[in-house]
């Protein structure tokens, strides 16, 4: 029995090829079938429809290779969070409290079909349904954020990249974690949010067994930093390699918004008004707590205390304020840091640059930065 591997809602307008699988809009994909099963999955596809309930999204993307299916969900997942990440930090970069794409858009599908049977099985929660293929309805989800419009050279890089740390069971799963942390960051999932960021950042820093869990996570993060401050690491010529250097980026302050002020717990600072907590105790707080208001779930730059605030203009607020970025989505961000030292060295020149000058004006632009 054939089948079809699909992402429903990604958006994607263009054929791209990344991590071994390639990835077709439904229209050239259903272009290449015969008529047969050509009509049933234009049927089948009919049914994802948009906010509106009716129409069809009609930008399904269909994956092909890529191997067995277990292969193809890890492949694609490197890309998303590839993706994410890249695309987050850019957003940063421009000052836009529009994040773009969420994990939502990366969802994967695996649809096995008769073309002779009018029949389809369905998964809903655990129950596996049968429905008449021209009966059921699948609604693209209000949390999914914009569409993924390109998936760009940088993002490509980075995938493939990634995907040849296939020996690191434990730096993979922090990868499958990064992407659903990716999730809308709405009241009823921020909890879950902060809990998969704070397990991503473990297993991709490898502070797995020690309690100490927020100062290896902010240690590591001040070295890969540190390593991109050096500049790109293939270059050997020592005046070319200073030109690629991470400069806006202040590897001190990361290390304060991840671990903490010293200086406030000993009430000897002079840089915060108030207490500045750390991304990983604000993690605990929220998640073990359940404490999840706006002082917490907002990102605190770590620069002058202050809570991060989207440029806008007069007048422009969000919910009775000038809102910031969530303090989920730049963890989420700042984690391009660790995948740019861990697989910088594989990446060419021009991939590893775009990588390195998006992180870092994004660092800036949440109060990371030199002279921020």
Not at 262 to 285: D, Q, V
Request: aromatic share 8%.
């Amino acid at each position: 029995m054939p089948e079809v591997v699909f992402l429903p809602w990604l958006g994607c307008g263009q054929r791209w090829s990344a991590a071994g699988v390639q990835v077709v809009p439904q229209a050239k994909y259903l272009a290449s079938l015969d008529r047969e099963p050509r009509d049933w999955l234009k049927k089948y596809f009919d049914r994802y429809v948009k906010r509106d309930g009716r129409t069809p999204v009609s930008t399904i993307c269909v994956v092909t290779g890529g191997g067995s299916t277990a292969q193809v969900f890890r492949r694609v997942r490197v890309v998303a969070a590839s993706q994410l990440v890249y695309s987050h930090a850019d957003a940063l970069c421009q000052g836009s409290g529009l994040l773009g794409p969420r994990a939502e858009r990366w969802m994967v599908l695996v649809q096995r079909f008769d073309p002779s049977r009018e029949w389809v099985a369905l998964l809903d929660g655990r129950t596996l349904q049968l429905w008449r293929v021209d009966q059921f309805i699948e609604v693209e989800p209000v949390s999914a954020g914009d569409v993924v419009r390109a998936v760009d050279e940088p993002v490509v890089a980075m995938a493939e990249a990634l995907l040849q740390e296939q020996g690191d069971e434990d730096f993979l799963t922090g990868i499958d974690l990064l992407v659903e942390a990716f999730r809308t960051t709405t009241e009823h999932v921020v909890r879950l949010n902060f809990v998969l960021a704070g397990t991503a950042l473990e297993l991709l820093t490898g502070a797995t067994e020690t309690r100490r869990k927020r100062i290896r996570i902010a240690e590591t993060l001040k070295r890969a930093i540190e390593a991109a401050a050096d500049g790109y690491p293939g270059e050997s010529d020592s005046v070319r390699k200073k030109v690629t250097r991470a400069r806006r980026v202040d590897p001190a302050l990361v290390y304060m918004w991840m671990a903490g002020c010293e200086a406030c717990s000993k009430g000897t600072c002079a840089r915060h008004a108030n207490k500045f907590l750390g991304f990983y105790e604000r993690r605990n707080k929220v998640t073990h707590e359940g404490a999840a208001g706006d002082e917490l779930t907002r990102h605190q730059r770590p620069d002058d205390g202050q809570r991060h605030r989207w440029p806008v203009e007069e007048g422009e607020v969000e919910n009775g304020e000038i809102g910031g970025a969530h303090a989920v989505d730049a963890a989420l961000v700042m984690v391009g840091w660790l995948l740019l030292e861990r697989v910088g060295s594989r990446l060419e020149r021009e991939a590893w640059e775009m990588w390195c000058e998006t992180l870092d004006r994004a660092a800036a632009a949440l109060g990371m930065g030199r002279n921020s």
